[in-house]
T-cell receptor
Framework: SQKIEQNSEALNIQEGKTATLTCNYT??????LQWYRQDPGRGPVFLLL?????KEKRKERLKVTFDTTLKQSLFHITASQPADSATYLC????????????FGAGTRLAVHP | GAVVSQHPSWVICKSGTSVKIECRSL??????MFWYRQFPKQSLMLMAT?????????EQGVEKDKFLINHASLTLSTLTVTSAHPEDSSFYIC?????????????FGPGTRLTVL
């Protein structure tokens, strides 16, 4: 069956450390993988997109890796801050047609001062 | 940056009534808009994809006669939950693609919290 898995348990880290979130998928062949941030009661906010032929993408303190062999993406936040506390969603972009996104359930990140 | 709005942000209604939710792209034209539903602590589930001027494409298991979608213009899509029941209570989120941008980014609205009593 097709699955997207993100750590269901919250990730608690100390301010200044690097947060690493994992997204694994099975029986999908996405063209792209996207990461979003979602705050409680709000819609998702786009962070990064990485294509299947890209190994790594960076944006300021964010870094995403994409391993299509392992079917895994890692999302890193360096020098984390309490303001980074939120739920982070990965989404598979199947491309073709209307670019349907298939979301994971998200991992809640809590950065403590 | 691209902004998508939703109205209302929250709504409470009685069982059996219909509720309309609007999704607008404020500073760009959207060829395609998407409607999602999210239950607490769960992922966003795509309900349907709508293109301006054509019928929406519904995902498996989503009743098209219950969730009516109208994409009347390049900046407005509406979702009407007909004969709402308590199990329809959820967080409804729309997203839109900018027709002028070649990237595949979807811009999400802030969501609408629907509570059916």
């Amino acid at each position: 069956s097709q699955k997207i898995e993100q750590n269901s348990e919250a990730l608690n880290i100390q301010e200044g450390k690097t947060a690493t979130l994992t997204c694994n998928y099975t029986n999908y062949s996405p063209a792209y993988l996207q990461w979003y941030r979602q705050d409680p009661g709000r819609g998702p906010v786009f962070l990064l997109l990485i294509r299947e032929n890209e190994k790594e993408k960076r944006k300021e303190r964010l870094k995403v890796t994409f391993d299509t062999t392992l079917k895994q993406s890692l999302f890193h936040i360096t020098a984390s801050q309490p303001a980074d506390s939120a739920t982070y969603l990965c989404a598979l972009d199947m491309a073709g047609g209307y670019n349907k996104l298939i979301f994971g359930a998200g991992t809640r990140l809590a950065v403590h001062p | 940056g691209a902004v998508v709005s939703q109205h209302p942000s929250w709504v409470i209604c009685k069982s059996g009534t219909s509720v309309k939710i609007e999704c607008r792209s404020l500073d760009f034209q959207a060829t395609t808009m998407f409607w999602y539903r999210q239950f607490p602590k769960q992922s966003l589930m795509l309900m349907a994809t709508s293109n301006e001027g054509s019928k929406a494409t519904y995902e498996q298991g989503v009743e098209k006669d219950k969730f009516l979608i109208n994409h009347a213009s390049l900046t407005l899509s509406t979702l009407t939950v007909t004969s709402a029941h308590p199990e329809d209570s959820s967080f409804y989120i729309c997203s839109a693609r900018d027709r002028t941008v070649s990237t595949d980014t979807q811009y999400f609205g802030p969501g609408t919290r629907l509570t059916v009593l």
